[in-house]
């Protein structure tokens, strides 16, 4: 039983042993391979490709850009002459306008209504005159149809022998008094029937440049650019309520950079 137990206990050493000589021996290379970290790759440089372009016949083409401004040629603000309020707006913003066209006005019916009175009594003064004239004409006509009378009377008496001296004298005076009667008609009316009618022609004027005053009137044929009017609005004389503009003149304005203005040229396209 003891020789039994022996040989086991030897079995058991010696494969102990021979275990611990195979953890002795050296690694295989397929094992140190395995054990060894895995190195990074250097990455190479990439090589730029070279650019590739494809040509053909055609027109070349450089262009630039910048900011512009559109602006009429001719531009013009408009105001009343005179401080008022608002009675009437004919034209709206964006609407198109003849020279003369009235775009609003302020309220002026006193100064209408005087303007009428002024209107009738320069036609009343204007007819007075003229009738005068026309009586002057006949006045005139008549004289010196009655001067002819006395001239050819008094021929006939001075050439009748049997004329007295006092009935020739009396022809003769006849004749006088017919050259008196012509030059006291004259040749003018009364100067204070023209003058009457120069006033009233004055007054007339002077109505109608007021009430201009209280009007907007179109100085030229355009668009109206703005149009700040509203009935019943007050306005002060010579504030800019409107602007007027020519759209068939126009210019370009920019502002652009030295390099830009190098790439220009007259009649660019």
Do not use: W
């Amino acid at each position: 039983m003891e020789h039994k137990f022996a040989v086991t206990i030897s079995s058991l050493a010696l494969s102990v042993t021979l275990l611990a000589g195979c953890a002795l021996l050296p690694a295989t290379r397929s094992e140190q391979v395995a054990g060894e970290p895995t190195p990074t790759p250097i990455p190479t440089t990439a090589i730029a490709l070279k650019p590739t372009y494809q040509v053909q016949a055609g027109e070349v083409v450089k262009s630039t850009k910048f900011a512009g401004r559109i602006s009429p040629v001719v531009e013009e603000d408009l105001f009343f002459r005179a401080d008022g309020h608002i009675r009437s707006v004919f034209f709206k913003r964006n609407e198109t306008v003849k020279k003369g066209d009235v775009i609003g006005e302020l309220e002026i019916d006193a100064l209408e209504r005087e303007l009428k009175a002024a209107e009738l009594e320069q036609q009343r003064a204007q007819v007075t005159l003229e009738e005068a004239k026309r009586s002057l004409e006949f006045d005139r006509a008549e004289a010196q149809k009655k001067l002819e009378i006395a001239q050819i009377l008094y021929q006939g008496v001075d050439a009748d022998h049997n004329s007295t001296r006092a009935e020739v004298e009396a022809a003769g005076k006849e004749v006088e008094l017919a050259q008196i009667e012509l030059d006291r008609i004259g040749t003018d009316v009364s100067p204070l029937l023209t003058g009457d009618l120069e006033r009233a022609q004055y007054a007339v004027e002077q109505l109608n440049q007021t009430i201009a005053e209280s009007q907007i009137i179109a100085p030229f044929d355009g668009l109206l650019l703005s149009v700040t009017l509203t009935p019943g609005q007050a306005v002060t004389a010579y504030a800019p309520v409107a602007t007027l503009a020519d759209p068939t003149q126009l210019e370009v304005s920019a502002n652009i950079l030295s390099d830009q203005l190098q790439l220009l040229a007259d009649e660019c396209p």
